[in-house]
């Protein structure tokens, strides 16, 4: 059994991660934006490898807003997103805050692409937050 675990909203896929999470963030950028209903998304990320997945999941690649080629992993029978990760930083794996059992661990520590939010977004701004991509 793993330190934390998830799934999709129809159950096809599950999953589960050895160690403890590395960071949180919160994306604004017009991809997530597309992919959470308006919204940021709230991304934990984990080691590569820490990551063990029961079940078929369906991939869509492209380049980010940022020029960096990425991968997002999703259920291929109710598309709810689960995972990204780029070849740039292939040690790091994004998990999507939505899809882990215990959303506790999600309160993100940056806020990134705040450019691209709509005016009304909300976001904490005595935490750190770009406009774009970090450096
Ligand atoms: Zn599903
Ligand atoms: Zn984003």
């Not at 991660?17 to 960071?23: A, F």
């Not at 991304?43 to 490898?49: E, G, N």
């Not at 994004?94 to 005016?119: F, H």
């Amino acid at each position: 059994m793993g330190k934390h675990s998830g799934r999709c909203l129809c159950g096809a896929v599950t999953f589960s991660l050895s160690d403890d999470p590395v960071g949180t963030r919160a994306c604004w950028c017009r991809d997530c934006q597309y992919i959470c209903s308006g919204n940021a998304s709230l991304s934990v990320f984990f080691r590569q490898s820490a990551l063990r997945v029961t079940g078929a999941v369906a991939e869509f690649s492209a380049i980010s807003d940022a020029g960096n080629l990425i991968r997002r992993r999703f259920c291929p029978i109710c598309g709810t997103p689960l995972f990204a990760d780029a070849p740039a930083e292939p040690d790091y794996l994004i998990v999507r805050l939505g899809a882990l059992d215990n959303r506790e661990i999600g309160a993100p520590a940056t806020t990134i692409w705040t450019a691209s939010a709509p005016s009304w977004a909300w976001f904490d701004h005595e935490k750190p937050h770009t406009p774009g991509q970090p450096r």
